[in-house]
């Protein structure tokens, strides 16, 4: 599912943002799949493996196997991989000031 579904999104992106041309777009389209493959696999496994171990956690833990555990799995999934990523973003400017007291200063 993931090799299908990276494959055609990074081929169909390659191919918009390549010169124009037959030649060149098709090249275009192989090279971008060539070079995020490794990204998009890496990141299917470790989607992939994190909801396992927590599916399989949970049927241990409450002794039955139903489909709230894969809606649990799918939720604490998406919560964990969320939680990896700076909810400020990129830029340093963005974070709160470290002086909680003081506030922010309006001019």
């Not at 990074?10 to 010169?19: E, L, M, Y």
């Not at 060539?34 to 299917?44: C, H, K, L, M, V």
């Not at 956690?57 to 604490?76: C, F, T």
Request: hydrophobic share 35%; net charge positive.
């Amino acid at each position: 599912m993931g090799v299908i579904g990276g494959g055609v999104f990074q081929s169909i992106k390659g191919f918009r943002n390549a010169p124009v041309g037959v030649r060149h777009r098709l090249r275009g389209s192989v090279n971008a799949v060539r070079i995020r493959a490794p990204q998009i696999g890496g990141s299917f496994a470790v989607w992939g493996g994190l909801f396992s171990t927590i599916d399989c956690g949970l049927v241990k833990l409450r002794g039955k196997e139903d489909p709230w555990n894969s809606i649990s799995s799918g939720a604490l999934t998406g919560a964990i991989l969320a939680a990896r990523t700076n909810p400020f973003g990129d830029d340093p400017n963005q974070l709160p000031p470290k002086d909680h007291q003081q506030g922010y200063q309006y001019q």
